[in-house]
């Protein structure tokens, strides 16, 4: 664990390698995971006083902490460091407003392929090969993320499988074959 929701939120952090996966608590115990992060991306950037999620590990993780105070008086030496962490917030809640539309909308085929493309659009603009998804995250966790069950994942993707949108070449690795398919079934 990174940190935990409700904890003080002294710190903002930057993911440095490895997959963190954010999260909230339900009242009864079930959890709705709200985001997968990747190295480059910030934590805790619109934390108040405590933090609103929770932050756990999906593998080996190293991060860079820099407590908010410090980082307050770095925005007041270098103005476009805030810019771009404003930035950087933007995006977020762009993708919040996407995941919304995601959850509410879609079907289980499209909520999947969704988040397929977006992995590998993620990957690519890190420099990665776009259709080659290494999955960091286990398919309970996709399915909290998608709102889904762990069976309707694994028998999507087996139906992708069986009409040859991607092969699956170990449980962490994807490789997207047709990624315009995938994309049109993203949209429809």
């Known amino acids: 664990m990174l940190f935990h929701e409700g904890d003080s939120a002294e710190s903002v952090f930057n993911l440095t390698s490895g997959s963190i996966k ?24 619109a934390a108040k006083s405590a933090y609103s999620y929770s932050a756990e590990a999906s593998t080996a993780v190293e991060a860079c902490r820099f407590p908010r105070s410090r ?7 270098f103005p476009q460091l805030e810019h771009r962490l404003f930035q950087i917030a933007n995006d977020e809640l762009v993708l919040a407003q996407d995941q919304m539309l995601l959850l509410g909308r879609k079907s289980a085929g499209e ?14 603009s890190r420099g990665g090969e776009p259709d080659h998804l290494a999955l960091t995250m286990t398919r309970g966790d996709i399915a909290d993320y998608l709102g889904l069950t762990i069976e309707t994942v694994s028998r999507t993707m087996s139906q992708f499988k069986k009409q040859g949108l991607i092969s699956q070449k170990s449980l962490t690795e994807i490789e997207l074959i047709d990624r315009d398919q995938m994309m049109d079934r993203a949209e429809s």
Do not use: H, N
Request: cysteine-free; charged content about 25%; aromatic content about 12%.
């Open 71 to 77: 980082l307050d008086a770095l925005f007041g030496q």
């Open 22 to 45: 954010i999260y909230k608590l339900l009242p009864d115990g079930r959890r709705q995971i709200t985001g997968f992060l990747m190295p480059g991306d910030f934590l805790g950037l």
């Open 111 to 124: 909520k999947i392929a969704s988040f397929l493309v977006r992995l590998a659009e993620r990957q690519e």
